[in-house]
């Protein structure tokens, strides 16, 4: 006895909806993230930024601190001292990465210095 092989199902394509954008710029923190990735080449040196950024403003360029008034991606406290890396520190993420790693390294000697005093006292 032989089986013949059933006819072969030609695959439906699926349409997935993609949501509309927010408000907000949704791209902002993925190309925060990109920008500094290729500004920090040292794996272990960018790891500690995103931590540090991660846990500060979640890569959102406009996070302000409602109580401090600690301002973007490194909650720099005023925010106008970013000011010293450029004109559009307020809305340029390569700005604010700019000022912040500029800080870690002259204030901790590294962003992986940074960390280490973060997770020490909660803040760098």
């Known amino acids: 006895m032989t089986f013949a092989a059933a006819p072969a199902q030609a695959a439906t394509p699926t349409v997935m909806k993609t949501p509309a ?3 907000a710029p949704a791209a902002a923190p993925a190309s925060a993230k990109a920008i500094a990735k290729q500004k920090i ?7 500690a930024f995103d931590k540090i950024v991660s846990h500060e403003s979640g890569w959102n360029p406009s996070a302000t601190n409602s109580s401090s008034g600690a301002y973007g991606l490194v909650q720099a406290l005023p925010g106008s001292k970013m000011a010293s890396a450029g004109a559009d520190w307020k809305t340029n993420p ?31």
């Open 21 to 23: 954008p927010a408000a």
């Open 41 to 47: 080449k040292d794996p272990a040196q960018f790891a």
């Open 94 to 124: 390569e700005t604010q990465i700019e000022w912040g790693l500029k800080y870690m390294n002259d204030r901790y000697g590294s962003p992986t210095g940074a960390w280490a005093h973060w997770q020490a006292n909660g803040w760098y």
